[in-house]
């Protein structure tokens, strides 16, 4: 079982930036394949970001490319998204997961609670 706790959200204007952070527990953390999805309100959640178990492949959903960085940090069981630029249209429920066989990007077993993002104009 894999736990995975996410932190980082908050209120940022326009613009700004924020760091999410993803902690996930689990021996065998290297080898899952991670992401972000963000959920807003009256929405479906969305794939933001993907990063392979080596840290060699990262993915974008095109609304954020350019913008966002996803990167992990192995030795310490995390995985981040850096936040640049950030728009109002970013505003969502950021939520980071894990999978130890498929890629996240086509589903995931293991899901976090979720970070509130919210981007004021």
């Known amino acids: 079982q894999v736990q995975l706790v996410e932190s980082g959200g908050g209120l940022v204007q326009a613009g700004g930036s924020l760091r999410l952070s993803c902690a996930a527990s689990?021996?065998?953390?290297?080898?899952?394949?991670m992401g972000w999805f963000r959920q807003a309100p009256g929405k479906e959640r969305e794939f933001v970001a993907a990063?392979?178990?080596?840290?060699?492949?990262?993915y974008y959903a095109d609304s954020v490319k350019g913008r966002f960085t996803i990167s992990r940090d192995n030795a310490n069981n995390i995985v981040y998204l850096r936040m640049n630029s950030l728009k109002p249209e970013d505003t969502a429920a950021y939520y980071c997961?894990?999978?130890?066989?498929?890629?996240?990007?086509?589903?995931?077993?293991?899901w976090g609670q979720g970070t509130q993002v919210t981007v004021s104009s």
């Open positions: 997961a894990a999978d130890d066989i498929y890629d996240v990007r086509v589903g995931a077993r293991y």
């Open positions: 689990g021996r065998t953390f290297s080898t899952y394949s």
């Open positions: 990063i392979s178990w080596t840290g060699g492949g990262t």
